[in-house]
Every structure is written in C-alpha cells, then in structure tokens.
C-alpha cells in the first residue's frame, strides 16, 4: 500500500520497454495499485483530526476549550466543552473510519484481482497491484483490463480486438482496436517474450480519446494512437484473448485520471444555516457586550465596595478590566446558543434519510436488481425543494429499447391491436401475442399481437416477403451463434437490432454474414445472397442502402430511410401507394412512433458494374472524397420503388407518463435535454404528456442565426401576451414557415412591446403570470444563440412561462449550461437526471444530480448524488423522500435553536441578578448533557422519523410540494420566530422561579432560593418544556418517539439523582457539590407547583397559536392531516352519499383534465375529488390567485353539473 | 464522496456475467422501519382536545391558586430591620467600627400571635451570594473532613486561601464572610422581667448537608486537636472549632456556618436562624404583645448598601408567605379559561362560515 502514495515529479513523456522492469523502474512510475482511501491505521488520527479542526465550527470549540482553561474567564469547568467536542470529533471520527475501511476493502479487492503476467518467458498468475509499467500481460474474454495497455495482438486476424467501453464513457457498443501490424504476428509467449520495443509517449492525462507516442523497436518507429489503446475498466469483448502492454498503471490510467474531485455540493438550508450561525455569533458578542458593560458598571458600582467579603482577583485592577473578562467569560456560557452538536445531528439526519432512500422497497427494480442509493448523503432536504427537473431522454424517459410495433407493407397497415369485440384495445388489455413457434430460429422476446400479417407471410404475399427479405438484408447487424440456433444480433443502433429481430421471428432469419455474402433463413430455407455494397447511413443521408446480388443472378438495391428522404426519392409510379402510405405514416407519428420507410431498385448488371466504377474511383479521390461519394450514392438511389414503412416504438419507461403528470401538478418544472433529433424528442414529448394537443401553443425555435432565434424567441414571447385565448389544435410539426406566415403580422408590433416590458421589468417575470399552456422546443443551433449573453435572460423568461420546454441536439456541454442559466438567474433549485456519459457535465452542475442506473454504463451514476434505476421513481424520491427530509429538516432546525435559545438566554437574565459575573444558573453537568443526553435523541428522531402526512398523500396531492419550494418551513422569519420563542421561554423560565422563589422558604422553615435549589428547579422545568414542546413538534409518534422522549425525561431524572447522590460525592466532593439537592429540591410542593405553572405559561401560548392557524390559515398539509383523521372516524357510507351530493363545479379545472392514465395511480375516484377540493382552496395565492379564478370559471362553464366530476378522469 | 472515482463501482457496476459482478441479494427488507410505516399516534389539535384542556387548566390552576392564596395569607410574618443606616434606630451607632462589641436593642410589636412552629431569619439585601467568584470559593472536600484538604485548601479558596502560611479552615470567601450576628427575642411582659424567647439553634440546616455533605475532620476527640495546624478565617473572630458549645454542632458541622454555606441565589435572601418551637402548653408561642430584638451587631454591611433584617414567620404544606404563586395560578387559570372560550367562539364561528365542509368530507 505504502508504494501507493510515492510522489514523483511531473513527466514530461513516458517511456516504457517491453519485458525489461529494471529498466522501467528507474523511472519510478506509478504502480498499478490504486489507492482511493485517505489514512490507514497510523495516520488516522493525526490526519482526521487534523481535517476536522479545518471546520469552522470545531475550532470555534477548540478555542472556547482553551478560554476556559484560563481561571479568571473560566465560567465553566473545562469537560462542558470538551465532553461534546471529543463526543462530535467521535462520532465524525467513527463515520470517516467507516467509510475508509469500505474503500480499503474495494481498493483490496480490485488489486488483488488476478492476471497473468508475462515473467521471465512464462505466464504467471499476478494480482493486479503487482503489474507494472512494462509488463505484458494477458486478457482474457469478457476480462476487465488492467491497466491502460498498448494492444500487440490477439486471437482475431490482423491484431482486432472489441471492447466495451461502457465504464468510461458510457457508450455499449462495441469498439474496435486494433494492434499495429508488427506486433500482430507476436501471437505466441516466445515471441512476446522476446519484444523489447521500448514505448515513448505523452505523459499521463485525462483524455480519453486521445493518445499518441511512437514504439521504437528494431531501429524502426511506429506511430501509435488511441486505436491501439485497452484503457483500464473496459471490458474484453468476442475477442478470445489479447495481449497487451503496460503504458499507463493505477493512478494513472486514463480512468483513474477521470476521476477528479466532485464539487462539493451545500444545500440552500445550509447556506442559510451557516448564515444563521453568523448572526447568532453577532447575537452572542452583543450579548457580551451588554453583560461586559453591565459588569464593568456594577463592579464600579457595587463591586468594588463589596469587596469586603468578595475582593478582586489579583490581576484584576480595574472594573473595565473586569468587564473585558466578563465578556469572554459570558462568551463561554452563552456559547451554547450555536450548540457543537447541531452540525453533527444535522449530519446523523441526512445520513438517516439516506439510509430510507437505500432502503425504500418502492424504489427497488425488481428487473434490474437495483435498489435506489443515496450516493451523497448531504442533500436530502433539497430534495423537498426542487423546481426544474433537467431530463436527459434516452435511457432516462425512454428505455432505450426499440420494439417493432407496426408495419405498413404495400398499403396496409399491420400491427393494430383489436380485442375480442373488433374495438382498437388498450394498453394492459392485450390478448395473448402470436404464436412463433413454427420458427425455430425465433427470438422468444419478441411479441406481436397482428395475426394478420404473419399470415400473410404464410400465404406468400410477395410484397411481404420482399419487406421482411429487405429488413434481414440492409443493415449493418453483426450476428453470433454461440450454439446451434442460438442467435444473437450486435447492432449499433437499437433500432435496426428492431427491425432485424422482427424479420427474424417473421421467418427472414439473418443468420451470418461475411465482408461479402450475406446468409439469410428464409421461410426455412438458407439462401446466401452476395452482398455487393453498403451505402451507409450517416446524418445528412438519412438512410442506409445494401445492393446485393440473389442466388439467381439478380442485383437489387434495398433501401431504408427517414419519410422526408425517401419519399422524393420514389419512382412516380408509386403515386398511389404513396398516398397510402403517408397517411399511415402520419398515423404512426400520431402514436409517437419512429417510422422508416423501406424501397427498392432493381439494378441491370451493366448499370451495376459502370457504377461500382464511379463509386470506386470516387472512394479514391484524393479531394472532397466524401461529397462525391454522397453522389454517387445520391444518383442509384433514385427511382425506387415503395416497399412500406415499419413504425418502431420507443418504449417509454414504466410510469413516465404519469411520474411526469405527477411532478407537474407538484408545480415541478421539466426541460428535456437530449442529444436526439427533433422529430423524436417531440414524438417522446407527446408521449410522456409533456405536450398535449390541449396546449395553447407549442413554439418550435429552430433557427439557425442570432436573428431568426431571437426573432423566434420573442415571437413566442409576444404572441403569449398578445393571445390568451386558447386555440385547441394546434399542430406541433407545423412547418416553420407556416407558423412564421401565421405570426409575421402580429410578431413585429408585439415582440417591441414585450422588449420594453421586459427592460422595465427586469426579472419580475411579466410573462410567468400568463395563463395557458405553452411548450417550448428549441434545438442545438438556436439553443447556442440563445444561451449567448445578450439573449439568455430573453430565452430563459420565454422558457420559464411554458410549461414544457424540449431542447433537442443538444451537446453534454450545452445540457450543463442550460442547467448553469436557470441555476444562475432562478435561484431555484434544480436536479438533473440522466443516465449516460453525456449527462455527467449536466449532473455535476445541477443542485442535486441523478443517475439512472442500470443501463449504459456508470458514469452518469457515478457522478451522481441519487441514483436509480428507473425514471419513475423520481416522484418517489422527490414527493415522499424530498417532502419529507425537507419537512423533517426544517422542523428539526426550528426546534433545535428553541431549544438552544430557550436554554442559554435564562444566563443572560440572570446576568442582571448576579452581578453580571457570568455565574450559570445550572449545574455544570447539565450544562454539558443538556444538548448532548438530554434534548438531542427526541428531535433526532423527530428529524429522522417524523411524517405529516402517510407517503399516499404526498402523492394524492402534489401541492403539498409547494412549502418546499417556496422555502416556507425554514427561513430567515420561520427562524426569528423560533428564537423569539426561545427568547420568550427563558424569560419564563427564569422570571416565574425568580418570583416564586425571592422571599419564599421551604415546608421545614428553611431557605428555598439557595442556588442549587434554583438551579435544579431552572433546569427540571426546562427539561419539562422543551419536552413537551417536542412532543407538541412530533406529528408522527413512533415507537422510537415515545422512548426517546419519556426516554430522556427518566434519563434527566436518573442523572439528576445520581450526580446529586452520596456515591458521587464521597468520592469527589469537589466536582458533585450538589448533593443531596435533587432530594431535597423535588420534596417541595411549592418546587412542582413552579414547575408546572413554568410550563403551562410555557406552552399555551404555542398550543393556542398552533390551534388558530389550524383553524383559521391551515396549511394544505394540515388539511390532509385534518382529512384522514375525520375519515378514520366517518364511516364508509357517509362518505358514498356525500360523493353523490357534491358535484365537480369547484375542481380546478387544469389539473387533471389533461391526464390519460391517471387512474391508473390513484385508484380510487375519491381521492381524485378530494385532492382537487383542497387543491381549489389552496392554490390561490395572491400572485395567481386571478389566474386561478379564470381557471375555475372556464371550467365552471366548461363542465355540466352531472358529468363534470368524472369527465377529468376519463381524459 | 469526495471522489468521484471508486473503487467499489469498477467491481459491482460491470455487466452481470463480468467477472467480479457477483450476484448479491440487493433487493431491501420489507419491514415497517425500513419502509417507514412503523405503527404511530399521529395527534393532532382538533376542537376536540385543545379546547377542553385550556377549560380543565383553566379549573384545575384557579382552585389552586385561590387555596396557595389562602394559605399564603394565613401566615404571619413579620419583618425588622435593623440595619440602622437611619439615624433614628437604635443600631445606627453600630455603623461606626470602634464600638465592639456593639449591641443594639429594637422594640416591636406582634399584633397578632404566631401559632404553631416560629421560624426566625435574617435577611440580608444586596448581598452578592450567587457571584461567580464567591459562589466557587469554597472547598467541598475541606468541607467533608478531608485532612489533606484540610492542610491543603483548594485554589478556589484564593484569597482565603492560606493566612500567616497557615491554611484557613474553613477556607474561602463564602466561609470568611459568614454572617455572625448575634438576636435575641425577648417578650415584655407588664408585671414581670423580660421573657427570653428559648431559641432552638438545631434543626436548621438540611440532613444531608449536616450528616453528608459536612463532616469534621477526622480524629481524636478534641475537636481543637482535629483542625490542629489550620487557621481560622480572618474575618472571624474565634476559630472554627469554638462555634459552639455543643459537640454536635461545632467545627464544619455547625449549623449557622451549613446554612451560611448554602449559597442563595439572589442578592436578597433569608436563611433560617433559629426555630421558636411550638409549646406543649395552649398559648400561642408568640403571643401578641411587645418584644424586643437583642442584636450583637457585627456584620458590617452598610459600605455596600446591604440590609439586614430579621424576620419571624409561621409557615404551611408549602412554606412560608408566598404571595405570588397564588396570584400566578390564578391568573394564569383565568386566562386559560378565558382563552378556552375565545378559541371556542372562534372555531364555533368559523365552523360556521361553511369552510370546514371542505375538510370535513
């Protein structure tokens, strides 16, 4: 482990030889052993301690520690700091241990893995960490690499071999690499073992894509680049072994050069904390102060003749004097205001949180095997309070698996579900798929539920038969047969895997193919088609084409492509047919589906041949190779005849619709993110509900220059003041020019007027306060305009106001500035969520970041806080676990400074009574448990395990998201409140004995105002009310609740007689001067009568505030609360007879009416109506209250009395 | 997860199949702590609970606090001072430091007699008992018959702490400052000498500080063989073991000096001086008439405004004269009682108002 932490000096190139490790080692190059721990058993304490006293708050504690080692300051003996601090170091202490002992573990665990090294001519078994610079070594199939090796050969021809790069950059596809030619041949140990060619490259570096150095051997020099490369965490793939050479080892390989340090993410509750603190320190040196003049004053006053019997400390010459040290004596006492332990029990919390995250079954994938985890355990709460959600498309919203769904083959459509009755069927009511058993080579994955057109492959319909054989023949699929009939498609893109599948199972099997045939199964038997081009797809093309040649001698060009392509591209006999096929084409976008189109060509030979010439010649050109081919490829593509078109589902993710449905009603913004093409990232739009035909108006901004963005921009910003009005239908795929036609007129007058609007108004958004639904997409090209300095605030208020907003084309780097633009001017919280490499730049900048887990690769989780295997379980984490750390937070952090405040100011009262000397008015002892034993475990668990509502609820009624987002529970007033109340209950608390006790005497005629009588009686009361006020703060009383707080009161009591007891005392009757006290003091009826008249005055104020706001202001979560208890009590029929009586006539009309599938998740109709009634009463807030009136009023007109409950539900 | 790189991902993130991706059980238990549905009360302040409460407090805190006032009221109690800062009083000559011993003579008058157990006090104002300084100079161990202490005083005690390189016993500015007046109660009776009141001076002190708390050093029998190599303290005038005559109550154990000890919590104070207890006979033990108040005025305070007084009182189940608890409870009841009714009229009014229909559903 020790060679792990050498220090070298920065390279400036690397050299490495082969099979030569005394050579290697005078560079001292970095092993291959990875250390990601921080201390091991020696440095532990040192280097912990040492970390810990960087916080502010530790050394803040330190330096009180040593203020009271000074006698004339000391107020307090020196444990009542140091027992909480060594407590808190502790706790921190045992936590970062733990964490270091897992990241030994994994460190172990991935340097003891096993390869075999190239030693002195033979393969030995060597542990990873072992590897050095220098060595070959030998991977195996499906084997993780090392280290970041330079490839010399393997098993395939010419040094190929495939690796899954899924870990370092997210992406499944197989790569390629390749060994260069000379080392190729190298393919037995006594050649390798002979290799002494020495490398000499760049130093280490965190690029991933880029290499390059030069292989010197023989006296000859290879170039080498990132081709040659196996970079350490992918994967060997079909490949049976390699052999490799070591360049880069451990810490630096690319990998580990990756991996840099996380930004440190704070929530806005602990800016605000931290904030908080700082006043509270102000708070607390003017407490001194005053108390510092208070004592400078009395000791000139008072002091200085009472020396009689109290004289002035020797060093003490000067009542000012006196007062400097009072200050720093009042400083000790009072410090408790920012109490050691909040840090700490702010942290235990999360971390609880965190652990119910991991541990949420409803979180659990049951197919991937995946639990959700909490990957940082500093956040939850934000949770509670996110705004924007960024989404990433692919893989996140949608699966990233392509179905084969419909088909249109000369003109009619296949793939519709009907059930028994004829009807269109709905999803989840499907009959049984059809049956591919007559195909051997079937895959059993693969469902359709059309019997019609597998019968019309079984009757032999040529057009079928030519479409199926097209689908099994252009593509660039590879397959695999690992055992007879066992086959397995390598597709690059998801959706050709598709289309190959579904000619599969309809009998066109493809089965293998060579650089030059390929075979296909058709209908059984194998035919070998000789495969004499591939035009392949790219971007601009937007198709691909094979021209192949048939058994029987005839060449065909099979063609497939986007419509908008292909379309032009058919010969004009196909009018009719065209037709037909648009409109199913049509019919398929509707559906959100992806569409190809499929054509055909015959060649005649001599056409062919003087073809392959061109094509040839054009393939070696010297200039602009590329654009000719493209015309070559252009010219034979011409003419084609229509075959159909296939639709291709996207399938979305479990519960996107919904989830999203969902996060919207929480008044949750979603902006979609991807790199996909606009066409896809709006047809996933309809499909997750994210736009509606119910919108008032999608605005596409696809501009391609400055001016048209902006003119876009705010022609959509115009035309939403200018047209509050709904227009029901209107299109989204609407060509651009037709909309510009529509708006030209209008956009001029109204986009100067927004201009000025805007100026003036500056951030004070005039446009969030427009009614209707807009949507937004924009794509790459216009996003990077609008992202320009000069246009962002434009783009973003636009942005803001629509309710959806899609960006599409766009880059990792855009993604993250997006996220950077709502983060700089909403100061809103924002999380983003995705899954692949792309979205790491996104993730990292967003507040709170989300991995999707499971599916590409790790990166995207990996630099994540959350993750998660499915997009749905977003609203879980937000509505239930975010809600409530929020909820539980806030609570916790009011109560804490009460209890704080409440417990340090009775010191400064007593200041004016004792002669501001900073005499406590509690035992020392108490001082030290009070925070620590005796208040922290009931709000701990009231921070932990506390609920307002069950998890249901927070679903039923979204809106009870809102206080998050509006920071309504915790802020700067929520905070004054607390500490007025504090402030108010160590008034009481000191005021009320003080009045009882000042000329009172106890039942046996003795003094009852001695100090430890008061003492006890100040701090048994305290204990008492800040008990019953937790229990008043704890709306979910658990069994962990119930014995923490009777808990804590017998444990108050238990160490209360034990310190006071003659035990103690005996042995160290310096240090437990109180005792026979607690006997004594709580023997006194006149002690308990203060005792409960101190927290009755205490406590009802609180409980008859509480009770009014209940009554007269609740919040929406009191309501539900309020509900669920009445319904507890009402019986099952009242509540069906009410449901009859009340009609819809109050339900905000906008919140579901929009939603299909609802009911799928609130199952009962009663909750629907139930929801919306509260939702009517609460959402009018003065800002939007007369949108909400113009809401309700619409659909006040819109719905019936008698069918308007249930009409939102059917959607 | 300061770094973004971990070691544990390479191994469980592969592709299952991959080696290293062994295939663990991850899927979370299924139980109430785990998913949040421990059973729970879930209170909440309905009409229902909060309005009887303040009703109840309200009845329960006014009977209360009329019986504390009652009771409070029964008791006799009456106050001299004797400070004699006015020129008019018989101790104002006392404020000068040449007249020693100085004792000084107050008439009064008890309208009314005092039944049952008299409890005599002094009462000291302005007397800073509860300063931090004071309040910790003082050593427990000393006090507790430790003989190293006892030699060997605690820091605390400083400046008390050692005199002439004599340690103090005891030691300490709350010891050195111990009051030591000297009352005496007599009754003027018209056709006799005056009637000293017997004046009980045990039985002051609490049982644990007497028994457990204090302790004499230990030793042979003489109590002045015991703090052999000590001090007294320089205020006072004869040494610790000649506080009294009684063996019992002498040295630490003293029961003036435990009460002195006993530090009070704010700059006025009484402590118990003597008991005047009940006599078997019928007649009251104070009865109304004239007494006088007998003072060997030592105790200095006037140079920092302090009183003295010495104060008689009966006492009850819950001590002595105690004005303002009765009329705290009483308020207090009052005003819970008046609040159960204003939120009664406000919750019955907004009931009213039709938009509980909404929650109630």
Not at chain 1, 952 to 959: D, I, T, V
Not at chain 2, 30 to 49: C, D, E, M, S, V
Request: neutral net charge; glycine residues 6%.
């Amino acid at each position: 482990m020790a060679l792990c932490a050498k220090k070298r000096p920065p390279e400036e190139e690397r050299r490495a030889r082969a099979n030569d490790r005394e050579y290697n080692e005078k560079f001292q190059y970095a092993s291959n052993c990875i250390k990601t721990s921080k201390y091991n058993i020696l440095t532990f304490l040192p280097v912990n301690l040492f970390e810990q006293f960087q916080e502010v708050a530790n050394t803040y504690f330190l330096f009180l520690l040593i203020l009271q080692l000074i006698p004339q300051i000391s107020s307090l003996s020196w444990f009542t700091t140091i027992v909480p601090l060594v407590l808190v170091l502790t706790i921190t202490a045992v936590k970062d241990a733990t964490d270091d002992y897992f990241r030994h573990k994994s460190d172990n665990q991935v340097n003891n893995r096993q390869s075999q090294v190239l030693i002195n001519g033979t393969l030995q078994q060597e542990q990873w960490m072992n590897v050095c610079v220098g060595d070959i070594i030998k991977l195996e199939n499906n084997q993780f690499v090392a280290a970041d090796l330079l490839l010399l050969s393997s098993s395939e021809p010419h040094g190929l071999c495939y690796i899954e790069t899924a870990e370092l950059d997210g992406e499944t596809n197989m790569k390629v690499r390749q060994a260069i030619p000379v080392t190729s041949e190298l393919g037995d140990i006594s050649k390798l073992a002979k290799f002494d060619g020495e490398v000499i490259c760049e130093p280490p570096n965190n690029k991933l894509d880029k290499f390059s150095g030069t292989l010197y051997w023989k006296e000859n020099k290879f170039p080498l680049s990132n081709q040659n490369m196996l970079l350490r965490g992918c994967v060997l793939r079909n490949t049976e072994w390699c052999f490799g050479l070591v360049i880069f080892a451990g810490p630096d390989t690319k990998l580990m050069q990756n991996s840099g340090r996380t930004k440190f993410k704070r929530t806005s509750i602990d800016r605000l904390m931290n904030t908080l603190v700082l006043w509270i320190f102000g708070f607390l040196a003017c407490m001194g102060v005053i108390l510092a003049i208070g004592n400078a004053i009395w000791e000139h006053e008072v002091g200085t003749h009472f020396q009689v019997y109290l004289p002035w400390d020797e060093a003490v010459d000067s009542a000012f004097f006196s007062g400097f040290l009072s200050f720093w004596s009042y400083i000790i006492i009072l410090n408790t205001v920012v109490p050691i332990s909040l840090y700490v029990s702010v942290e235990v919390i999360r971390l609880g949180h965190s652990y119910f995250i991991n541990w949420d079954k409803k979180m659990f994938c049951m197919k991937k095997r995946t639990p959700a985890e909490a990957r940082t355990t500093t956040l939850n709460e934000e949770l509670g309070q996110v705004e924007y959600i960024f989404s990433d498309k692919t893989g996140t919203l949608t699966q990233n698996i392509m179905v084969f769904n419909k088909c249109s083959i000369n003109g009619h459509s296949y793939g519709d579900v009907f059930d028994v009755l004829g009807q269109k069927a709905e999803l989840g009511e499907r009959p049984e798929p059809i049956d591919f058993s007559f195909n051997p080579l079937a895959d059993k994955k693969f469902l359709f539920w059309d019997p019609s057109l597998l019968e019309s492959v079984k009757i032999g319909n040529p057009h079928t038969h030519e479409f199926f054989r097209l689908l099994s023949l252009c593509h660039t699929v590879m397959s695999e047969e690992k055992n007879e009939g066992e086959l397995y498609y390598k597709a690059q893109s998801p959706d050709e895997g598709a289309l190959v599948t579904a000619a599969r199972n309809f009998g066109f099997v493809f089965r293998s193919r060579t650089p030059k045939t390929i075979t296909v199964h058709e209908m059984g038997t194998a035919i070998t088609y000789q495969l004499l081009a591939i035009l392949d797809f790219n971007n601009i093309r937007k198709r691909m084409s094979v021209i192949v040649r048939n058994p029987e001698g005839k060449i065909r060009l099979y063609c497939k492509g986007a419509d908008t392509i292909l379309l032009d591209r058919l010969h004009h006999s196909n009018q009719e047919l065209l037709n037909t096929t648009t409109d199913h084409l049509n019919e398929y976008a509707g559906e959100g589906l992806r569409t190809l189109v499929l054509a055909y060509k015959d060649l005649d030979e001599e056409y062919y041949e003087e073809w392959a010439e061109r094509r040839l010649r054009a393939s070696l050109a010297q200039d602009s190779r590329e654009d000719r081919l493209a015309s070559v490829y252009e010219e034979v593509e011409s003419d084609m005849m229509l075959l159909g078109a296939t639709a291709i589902e996207d399938k979305l993710q479990q519960g996107v619709p919904e989830t999203i449905a969902l996060l919207t009603l929480a008044n949750i913004k979603i902006w979609v993110l991807t790199g996909d093409k606009q066409e896809t990232a709006v047809n996933i739009g309809y499909s997750c509900k994210m736009l509606t035909d119910d919108m008032t108006e999608v605005f596409i901004v696809t501009g391609h220059t400055v001016l048209e963005v902006r003119e876009e921009l705010r022609s959509a910003g115009g035309r939403r003041e200018a047209l509050p009005v709904r227009s029901p239908h209107s299109c989204p795929e609407r060509p651009k020019a037709r909309e510009k036609m529509m708006d030209s007129s209008r956009t001029v007058g109204n986009g100067f007027t927004y201009q000025e609007k805007l100026c003036s108004s500056r951030l004070t958004s005039v446009l969030e306060a427009v009614a209707g639904e807009y949507a937004l997409v924009i794509n790459g090209h216009s996003l990077a305009h609008a992202l320009e300095a000069d246009m962002e605030l434009e783009f973003l208020e636009t942005a803001c106001a629509c309710k959806a907003v899609i960006c599409c084309r766009v880059t990792p780097l855009q993604k993250a500035q997006v996220v950077e633009l709502v983060k700089k001017y909403k100061k809103a919280v924002t999380l983003a969520i995705g899954d692949g490499a792309n979205d790491v730049s996104m993730i990292k900048t967003a507040h709170i970041g989300v991995g999707i887990s499971g599916q590409e690769g790790i990166q995207a989780v990996l630099a994540s806080d959350y993750s998660f295997s499915q997009f749905k379980f977003l609203q879980r984490l937000l509505l239930v676990h975010g809600r409530w750390s929020y909820l539980r937070m806030c609570k916790f952090l009011c109560y804490f400074f009460y209890k704080n405040f409440a417990f340090t100011m009775v010191h400064f009262w007593f200041g004016f009574f004792c002669g501001f000397s900073a005499q406590t008015v509690y035992d020392q002892y108490f001082i030290t448990l009070y925070n620590i034993v005796y208040t922290s475990l009931p709000v701990l668990a009231m921070g932990v395990f506390d609920q307002d509502v069950p998890e249901q609820r927070s679903m039923e009624y979204p809106k009870l998201y809102e206080p998050g987002q509006l920071n309504l529970l915790f802020n700067k007033r929520e905070f004054f409140i607390c500490i007025a109340q504090g402030i108010y209950t160590s008034v009481l608390m000191f005021f009320i004995p003080y009045g009882v006790f000042a000329e009172a005497t106890r039942d046996d005629g003795t003094q009852l105002a001695d100090y430890q009588s008061f003492a006890v009686t100040v701090a048994t009361s305290l204990v008492i009310v800040v008990s019953m006020q937790i229990g008043l703060d704890t709306g979910y009383w658990t069994a962990i609740n119930h014995f923490f707080i009777w808990g804590s009161l017998a444990v108050y009591f238990a160490i209360l007689f034990a310190m006071h007891s003659k035990g103690l005392f005996d042995m160290f009757p310096n240090q437990f001067r109180f005792v026979g006290n607690a006997q004594n003091t709580l023997a006194q009826p006149t002690v308990w009568l203060t005792i409960v008249l101190t927290t009755v005055v205490c406590i009802m104020p609180v409980v008859a505030f509480r009770f009014l706001k209940l009554n007269l202001k609740p919040d929406l979560s009191d309501t539900v609360r309020y509900t669920q208890l009445v319904r507890k009590k009402q019986k099952a029929q009242h509540r069906c007879m009410r449901r009859v009586g009340r009609t819809g006539s109050r339900r905000s009309g906008y919140a579901f009416s929009h939603q299909e599938g609802f009911g799928e998740l609130i199952m009962s109709g009663k909750n629907m109506r139930l929801s919306s009634l509260a939702l009517s009463s609460f959402t009018a807030r003065s800002s939007s209250s007369w949108i909400e009136s113009l809401r309700r009023k619409k659909s006040d007109s819109a719905s019936s009395p008698s069918g308007g409950a249930d009409k939102p539900l059917k959607g | 997860m300061a770094m973004n790189y971990n070691a544990k991902d390479e191994v469980d993130g592969g592709p299952p199949g991959a080696p290293g991706g062994a295939a663990k059980n991850r899927r979370p238990d299924n139980t109430a702590f785990k998913q949040q549905r421990l059973p729970a009360w879930q209170p909440i302040l309905t009409a229902g609970t909060v309005l009887p409460t303040f009703f109840i407090i309200g009845l329960i805190f006014i009977p209360i606090g009329i019986g504390i006032f009652v009771t409070s009221n029964n008791i006799r109690e009456i106050e001299i001072d004797y400070t004699g800062t006015e020129p008019s009083s018989p101790c104002n000559k006392c404020l000068s430091p040449d007249v020693t011993p100085c004792i000084c003579t107050i008439n009064f008058t008890l309208e009314q007699s005092f039944e049952g157990n008299v409890f005599m006090y002094y009462g000291l104002s302005n007397f800073y008992q509860n300063h931090r300084r004071y309040v910790k100079s003082r050593d427990d161990s000393q006090l507790n018959g430790d003989p190293s202490a006892l030699l060997n005083p605690s820091k605390e005690c400083e400046p008390y702490r050692r005199n002439e390189d004599k340690p103090i016993a005891p030691c300490g500015a709350i010891a050195n400052s111990m009051f030591n007046d000297t009352l005496e109660l007599f009754l003027i009776s018209n056709d006799s000498a005056p009637y000293a009141i017997p004046l009980k001076k045990k039985g002051i002190a609490w049982w644990t500080d007497k028994n457990v708390k204090f302790r004499n050093p230990p030793g042979g029998e003489n109590l002045e063989e015991r703090f052999k190599g000590t001090t007294k303290p320089v205020n006072w005038l004869k040494p610790v073991y000649l506080l009294d005559s009684e063996k019992d109550n002498n040295g630490f154990i003293n029961e003036d000096f435990i009460v002195w000890m006993r530090t009070a919590a704010l700059p006025t104070f009484r402590k118990l001086y003597r008991l005047i207890e009940r006599t078997e006979d019928l007649h009251p033990t104070l009865p109304a008439g004239r007494y006088y108040l007998n003072i060997t005025y030592n105790y200095p305070v006037h140079s920092f405004d302090g009183r003295k007084r010495m104060i008689l009182s009966t006492i009850s189940w819950m001590g002595g004269k105690n004005p303002f608890l009765g009329i705290a409870y009483i308020t207090i009841g009052s005003i819970s009682f008046l609040l159960g009714v204003v939120l009664l009229v406000i919750n019955h009014k907004y009931r009213n108002s039709g938009n509980t229909a909404d929650i109630t559903i």
